[in-house]
Nanobody, 127 residues
């Protein structure tokens, strides 16, 4: 059974920083990539960033490029999202997700590419 547990969310002022963590347990040898998504109230869940588990290739949505950094620690089975220069529009519940199918790479920015999800952690950025 695969479990993803996010932590590190909270309330921060605009311009501040937070680091989210996602601990993965279970069959991690089958992990192809990890992603971070977010969902604001009344909006659809949107892609933020992803990283391939072995090679560490990363990709970001344009709105967070230069501000957010995704990384992973294979030994700890943990993926991180360092968020700097936070803006009020970054306020959302942030979810980590695991993708197991390398053939899903062309759609890795979409929810349907991912097989397992965490419960989410709230990030609130005040102006």
């Amino acid at each position: 059974q695969v479990q993803l547990v996010e932590s590190g969310g909270g309330l921060v002022q605009a311009g501040g920083s937070l680091r989210l963590s996602c601990a993965v347990s279970g069959r991690t040898f089958s992990t192809y990539a990890m992603g971070w998504f977010r969902q604001a109230p009344g909006k659809e869940r949107e892609f933020v960033a992803r990283i391939t588990w072995r090679a560490g290739f990363t990709y970001y949505v344009d709105s967070v490029k230069g501000r957010f950094t995704i990384s992973r620690d294979n030994a700890k089975n943990t993926v991180y999202l360092q968020m700097n220069s936070l803006k009020p529009e970054d306020t959302a519940v942030y979810y980590c997700a695991e993708a197991r199918n390398a053939q899903a790479m062309p759609i890795m920015s979409f929810v349907r590419a991912y097989d397992y999800w965490g419960q989410g952690t709230q990030v609130t950025v005040s102006s």
